[in-house]
């Protein structure tokens, strides 16, 4: 028998059967849009009616949409079975934080993940409203919070002017940004991970 069963759908799924366990591969390539929200939800739907437990994303992009990116958030923190994104080249910007909606990040040699400071476009000017990044911030971490990510990092991939740590507390080595360690009065610091001024990516 052979152990690997490969399955074309819609011409741009990828569904293979790895001994007992049925996975889907969807691509996030290139730009993220609108476009792409809706065809990630036709195949989370296959998933689910063909009874698919895995999910992998794999993601090459420079980011896009942030509405497109949250929408597709959204429909892989419901989806019931497991989820993986594999890092191609580049998960940027709106593409880091669909890679922190999944339950594993795996990184292939070389790749990157981060450098998602808002921008009024892909490549355009930053936007420096405050009230903006703060709440791509607390939504990045409330997503990392979800799938069981370092919520500081998540952070760090949108505000340069974030610092996080990896400290020692109570003989627990834990990451954290500064502002989380402001209320901690014992710790011993190990290093600087994403220093201030600088995107983490």
Same mark, same amino acid.
């Given at each position: 028998?052979? @152990? &690997? #069963?490969?399955?074309?759908? *819609?011409?741009?799924?990828?569904?293979?059967?790895?001994?007992?366990?049925? /996975?889907?591969?969807?691509?996030v390539?290139?730009?993220?849009?609108?476009?792409?929200?809706?065809?990630?939800?036709?195949?989370?739907?296959?998933a689910?009616?063909n009874?698919?437990?895995?999910?992998?994303?794999e993601?090459?992009?420079?980011?896009?949409?942030?509405?497109?990116a949250?929408?597709?958030?959204?429909q892989?923190? @419901? &989806? #019931?079975?497991?989820?993986? *994104?594999?890092?191609?080249n580049?998960a940027?910007?709106?593409?880091?934080? /669909?890679?922190l909606?999944?339950?594993?990040?795996?990184?292939?040699?070389g790749?990157?993940i981060?450098?998602?400071?808002?921008?009024?476009?892909l490549?355009?000017?930053?936007?420096?409203?405050?009230?903006?990044?703060?709440?791509?911030r607390a939504?990045?971490?409330?997503?990392?919070?979800?799938k069981?990510?370092n919520?500081?990092?998540?952070?760090a991939?949108?505000d340069?002017?974030?610092?996080?740590?990896?400290?020692?507390?109570?003989?627990?080595?834990a990451?954290?940004?500064?502002?989380?360690?402001?209320?901690?009065?014992?710790?011993?610091?190990i290093k600087?991970?994403?220093?201030?001024?600088?995107l983490?990516?």
């Amino acid at each position: 028998m052979n @152990k &690997f #069963k490969y399955l074309i759908f *819609s011409l741009t799924f990828l569904s293979l059967n790895l001994w007992a366990e049925e /996975i889907l591969v969807l691509p996030v390539k290139e730009v993220i849009d609108l476009g792409l929200s809706a065809f990630i939800n036709r195949g989370i739907k296959y998933a689910e009616q063909n009874n698919i437990s895995t999910l992998i994303l794999e993601i090459d992009t420079p980011g896009g949409r942030v509405d497109a990116a949250d929408i597709i958030c959204e429909q892989l923190l @419901k &989806f #019931k079975g497991e989820t993986i *994104s594999f890092v191609v080249n580049w998960a940027w910007s709106a593409g880091s934080m /669909i890679a922190l909606a999944t339950d594993r990040i795996i990184m292939a040699p070389g790749a990157s993940i981060g450098s998602a400071e808002p921008r009024a476009g892909l490549g355009e000017e930053e936007i420096k409203d405050e009230k903006i990044i703060s709440a791509l911030r607390a939504r990045f971490r409330a997503i990392a919070e979800a799938k069981g990510h370092n919520p500081a990092l998540a952070e760090a991939m949108v505000d340069k002017d974030l610092e996080v740590k990896q400290v020692k507390v109570n003989g627990k080595t834990a990451i954290l940004t500064a502002d989380d360690l402001t209320s901690l009065k014992n710790y011993k610091q190990i290093k600087i991970i994403s220093p201030k001024g600088k995107l983490l990516n």
